[in-house]
């Protein structure tokens, strides 16, 4: 059972950063990086979820084309975590931030958002004007 903790939200102004962090355990067995995808999505009220920026194992990303250039996606496998770092942030990135991972079938930036099936309770990031 893979459980996923993100933290590091909060409220800023509008050109500020933040760093969320999503650390990833399970129960009863190793959590084995190359087993999963791994990605950040966030969801805004009365807009569908929307996959921000994944990373696979060696390191290749992708990202949303309306954060390219701001919000950077990183892991630490040693520690079990992934990152996203905000930067710039605007009004339109408030949402509820989620870290979500998949079982892996295929290099996972070349699979939709629908490969991933496990989420964390997710971070909330507000953004002023």
């Known amino acids: 059972q893979l459980q996923l903790v993100e933290s590091g939200g909060g409220s800023v102004e509008s050109g500020g950063s933040l760093r969320l962090s999503c650390q990833a355990s399970?129960?009863?067995?190793?959590?084995?990086?190359?087993?999963?995808?791994m990605a950040w999505f966030r969801q805004a009220p009365g807009k569908e979820r929307d996959r921000v920026a994944g990373?696979?194992?060696?390191?290749?990303?992708i990202y949303k084309d309306s954060v390219k250039g701001r919000f950077t996606i990183s892991q630490d496998n040693v520690k079990n975590t992934l990152y996203l770092q905000l930067n710039s942030l605007k009004p339109d990135d408030t949402a509820t931030y989620y870290c979500?991972?998949?079982?892996?079938?295929?290099?996972?930036?070349?699979?939709?958002?629908?490969?991933?099936?496990?989420w964390g309770q997710g971070t909330q990031v507000n953004v002023s004007s």
């Open positions: 979500a991972a998949g079982r892996r079938k295929h290099l996972c930036n070349e699979v939709g958002g629908d490969a991933y099936k496990i």
């Open positions: 399970r129960e009863d067995a190793r959590f084995v990086r190359s087993d999963w995808c």
């Open positions: 990373i696979d194992l060696d390191g290749s990303t």
